[in-house]
């Protein structure tokens, strides 16, 4: 029994249908149909296998669960999260030709009957009509073959996730690493300066001590002198990181 036709397959031969009436022909033209629409390129005569293969491939997709996504102005087919390109047009084959009357040949394009289904990713794909096999035999096979791919690749992009979320871990311990060994570092920076400034702190009023001692002892000591030495005792005090810790 026919299976019912798509959404997406009677909205593109609709709007193929539109086109053919419009006389539309240009790129550009297409260009907004080839972004909202299923990627079908065939001649009128050749769009009933056309659909309908397209038609079989979307059913297939949905009974597995996968689907049709368009995005980036172009139509995919979706599995695992993964988006595949693809086309689905009439096959022009190249031909060499020799020009009458001439040495030489070029190149032409001969219109065919073939059609060609491809992926446009890479690695790019295709299959077409032969003699002994039509496109809708194949039909299985590329459903297979964009399944495996979309799944190796899923699970290719898993394990990158598991590096990088792993690369990330390591760089945050690495970096929580060089914080603490640069907070040690300060730490022992500050204890060796505020050693430094003890010592200095107890040298200057050592200094002043003995200063002080000689001058009485000579009686050659003033106001000025004093004035002097309670100075320098200040300043042995702000430097001194014991009396600022008691005071802070």
């Given at each position: 029994m026919?299976?019912?036709?798509h959404p997406l397959v009677i909205k593109t031969k609709l709007e193929l249908e539109k086109i053919d009436k419009e006389n539309v022909k240009t790129w550009g033209e297409r260009h907004s149909y080839r972004g909202t629409n299923l990627p079908v390129s065939v001649e009128p005569k050749l769009r009933p296998r056309a659909f309908n293969f397209m038609n079989e491939?979307?059913?297939?997709?949905?009974?597995?669960?996968?689907?049709?996504?368009?995005?980036?102005?172009?139509?995919?087919?979706?599995?695992?999260?993964?988006?595949?390109?693809?086309?689905?047009?009439?096959?022009?084959y190249r031909k060499r030709i020799k020009e009458e009357g001439y040495s030489f040949s070029r190149n032409v394009f001969v219109k065919s009957e073939d059609l060609e289904f491809k992926i446009l990713d890479y690695p790019r794909k295709i299959?077409?009509?032969?003699?002994?096999?039509?496109?809708?035999?194949?039909?299985?096979?590329?459903?297979?073959?964009?399944?495996?791919?979309?799944?190796?690749?899923?699970?290719?992009?898993?394990?990158?996730?598991?590096?990088?979320?792993?690369?990330?871990?390591?760089?945050?311990?690495?970096?929580?690493?060089?914080?603490?060994?640069a907070i040690e570092k300060a730490k022992f920076g500050t204890l060796v300066k505020s050693s430094q400034d003890f010592k200095l702190a107890n040298d200057i009023r050592n200094y002043l001590k003995e200063l002080k001692e000689r001058m009485i002892k000579e009686g050659a000591i003033d106001k000025k002198d004093l004035e002097y030495i309670k100075w320098g005792r200040q300043k042995a005090d702000e430097i001194d990181p014991l009396i600022n810790f008691l005071d802070g």
């Open positions: 026919p299976k019912k036709l491939l979307l059913h297939l997709l949905a009974k597995n669960n996968h689907s049709i996504k368009i995005e980036y102005n172009r139509c995919h087919i979706e599995m695992y999260g993964q988006l595949t390109k693809f086309t689905l047009r009439q096959k022009f299959w077409i009509d032969k003699k002994t096999k039509n496109l809708e035999d194949y039909l299985i096979q590329i459903y297979e073959y964009i399944q495996k791919k979309s799944f190796e690749w899923a699970e290719h992009q898993k394990l990158q996730k598991i590096k990088e979320e792993k690369r990330e871990q390591e760089r945050i311990l690495e970096q929580e690493k060089l914080r603490l060994i």
